[in-house]
């Protein structure tokens, strides 16, 4: 079964600075989307970034960008130029086939001002 | 356009009791999922539908049920609650097929079971 792991429980960050999230991901199958949701307090899931397993290149979305590494299945997440709205819990999440999302545990993100 | 609406969005029941939850997919989805999220994790997958059909179902027992019906919406069913069901249950429409499509998020719907 595919499991997904965010080691960082809550993280913290100086607005207009740089933050990474981590995430691991096991899984034995060769093509799967990766995904970063973010949940701000108002409860609802928005995407934030995703990445096709086949594409080597990294994707990136604005102030949001993604460190793909296939062969070491790690997928982190860096937000630079830090808002205050970006303070929310953070998901990533793993894709194969099908719709099911497999998610982990979360990383709670802090933005001072 | 709406969004993916759930209702309702708070809930308290009591142990034994049945709860049935709603879903409304954005315009033209044709596929719902349902999620649980207990508080400090991660969602959880419960069931997946598209067209009407079960396409896919979560490590969760009996007591959890789904249905879709014509105009794609769906209802979460679940008997006999537990204290260990108190959730937020996330409802996710795609556009796609059963297999593709972007997942978007409702807001939930907030069960607690004393």
């Known amino acids: 079964a595919q499991t997904v792991t965010q080691s960082q429980p809550e993280m913290s960050v100086q607005e207009a600075e740089t933050v990474t999230l981590s995430c691991t991901y096991d899984t034995s199958e060769s093509d799967y989307y990766l995904f970063w949701y973010k949940q701000p307090p108002s409860r609802q899931m928005i995407l934030v970034i995703r990445q096709e397993a086949y594409k080597q290149q990294n994707a990136t979305e604005n102030r949001f960008s993604v460190n793909f590494q296939k062969a070491a299945k790690s997928f982190s997440l860096k937000i630079s130029d830090s808002q205050l709205g970006d303070a929310a819990m953070y998901f990533c999440a793993y894709r194969s086939y099908g719709n099911k999302l497999v998610f982990g545990a979360g990383t709670i993100l802090r933005v001072k001002s | 356009d709406a969004g993916v609406t759930q209702s309702p969005t708070h809930l308290i029941k009591t142990r034994g009791q049945h709860v049935t939850l709603r879903c409304s997919p954005i315009s033209g989805h044709k596929s719902v999922s349902w999620y649980q999220q207990v508080l400090g994790q991660g969602p959880q997958f419960i069931f997946q539908y598209y067209e009407k059909e079960e396409r896919g179902r979560g490590n969760f027992p009996d007591r959890f049920s789904a249905r879709q019906f014509p105009n794609y919406s769906s209802e979460l069913n679940v008997n006999a609650l537990l204290l260990g069901d108190s959730a937020l249950y996330l409802c996710?429409?795609?556009?796609?097929?059963?297999?593709?499509?972007?997942?978007?998020f409702g807001e939930g719907s907030r069960l607690t079971v004393l």
């Open positions: 996710a429409s795609s556009s796609g097929t059963a297999n593709t499509g972007e997942l978007f």
